[in-house]
Nanobody
Framework: QVQLVESGGGLVQAGGSLRLSCAAS????????TGWHRQAPGKQRELVAT???????TYADSVKGRFTISRDNAKNTVYLQMNNLKPEDTAVYYC??????????WGQGTQVTVSS
């Protein structure tokens, strides 16, 4: 069983920065994808960024140039550096790890609130 624990959320003013962390415990097949998703009140959950075990990355258009996803395999941790935050980035941010073998795990979420 794999557990994902997010941290780093909080309240920040527009233009500020936060770094989210997703720490994984347990064993998962080494070839996997980890993604950050977010869900704002009254909206559907959306994909923000992904990173493969080989460190290939993708980003939603809304965060390109502002967010950076990275991973430290030695620490089993994936990060989301968020710069130039906007009020519309306010959401609960979730970490997800999955692979082609049917393993699929979500974290409990961390709140990010950006004030204008």
């Amino acid at each position: 069983q794999v557990q994902l624990v997010e941290s780093g959320g909080g309240l920040v003013q527009a233009g500020g920065s936060l770094r989210l962390s997703c720490a994984a415990s347990g064993r998962i097949f080494s070839i996997n994808i980890t993604g950050w998703h977010r869900q704002a009140p009254g909206k559907q959950r959306e994909l923000v960024a992904t990173i493969t075990s080989g460190s290939r990355t993708t980003y939603a258009d809304s965060v390109k140039g502002r967010f950076t996803i990275s991973r430290d395999n030695a620490k089993n941790t994936v990060y989301l550096q968020m710069n130039n935050l906007k009020p519309e980035d306010t959401a609960v941010y979730y970490c997800r790890t999955y692979n082609a073998y049917g393993e699929d795990y979500w974290g409990q979420g961390t709140q990010v609130t950006v004030s204008s």
